[in-house]
């Protein structure tokens, strides 16, 4: 899924509003979508990564990120409770 192309905020625009995600992957399901993979730097440093992941997965989606595996301690917790497809 490459709709959300960076969910960190660049200079002159608004970061992505994250109310709005479970919206969107709702209206993705229409086209067949049914995996995301965050990419971007390093998508677990996002302050709201946890609440990305749950709602990627309460819309019923499998997920993937793409990490250079520096700093693995803080999304550890995440993989383990919500797995990764």
Known sequence: M?????LYP???RP???LELLPRLLEEAQIFGVRHVTLTGGEPHL???FIE??????????????VSNGQQT????PVLERYGSG
Do not use: E, M
């Not at 490459?2 to 960076?6: A, F, P, R, T």
């Not at 992941?53 to 997920?63: D, E, K, M, N």
């Not at 301690?73 to 550890?76: H, K, T, V």
């Open 2 to 6: 490459q709709i959300i192309q960076k």
């Open 73 to 76: 301690q803080p999304y550890l």
């Open 46 to 48: 996002h302050t709201q």
């Open 10 to 12: 660049l200079p002159g």
């Open 52 to 65: 990305l992941v749950s709602a990627i997965v309460r819309c019923g989606y499998t997920w993937n990120f």
């Open 15 to 17: 970061d992505f509003p």
